[in-house]
């Protein structure tokens, strides 16, 4: 599965006010709710806080990716979104964050196992981190996210 699959311009948000961690995660899950990809953003925000709570899903290298299982999610779902400031996410590395894949999925088996394993392989080059900090527009995350999952295929 690429994440193509999962994200959608209505799902992308460049320009995040959000301060701190609690708010990010209410702003990307308002887009997924926004968008009927989740039944109730309450509880899937009170499960992706509390799967923080266990540990940060903050990677590294300003990238977070806040994850869980939620009761709330009508299906595999994610959101990106960017903050206009970097923001103390608790990063294993210490550093701050500004780049956010929040991904949910239902309960039950894992679904969401494999887009992080993609998030992951994306990533690893740092090429991608640098484009979407540059990038102005949701179709031009789309373009670029579009790009770098060619490369893995190609």
């Not at 994610?78 to 903050?83: N, P, Y």
């Amino acid at each position: 599965m690429n994440l193509l699959e999962l994200l959608s311009k209505e799902t992308i948000a460049l320009d995040l006010p959000a301060a701190d961690k609690p708010a990010v995660i209410e702003s990307l899950v308002g887009l997924l709710a926004h968008s009927g990809q989740v039944r109730d953003a309450q509880a899937v925000v009170n499960d992706i806080l509390e799967r923080e709570r266990l540990m940060s899903t903050g990677v590294g290298s300003g990238v977070a990716i806040p994850h869980a299982q939620s009761s709330g999610a009508a299906r595999l779902a994610m959101a990106f979104g960017r903050t206009r400031q970097d923001i103390d996410f608790k990063s294993l590395d210490g550093k701050l964050v500004g780049l956010f894949f929040l991904i949910v999925a239902p309960d039950g088996p894992g679904g969401f196992v494999r887009i992080l394993a993609r998030i992951s392989r994306l990533l690893y080059s740092g090429e991608l981190q640098l484009s979407l900090r540059r990038a102005r527009t949701p179709e031009e995350v789309i373009a670029i996210i579009a790009a770098e999952e060619a490369k893995l295929r190609g």
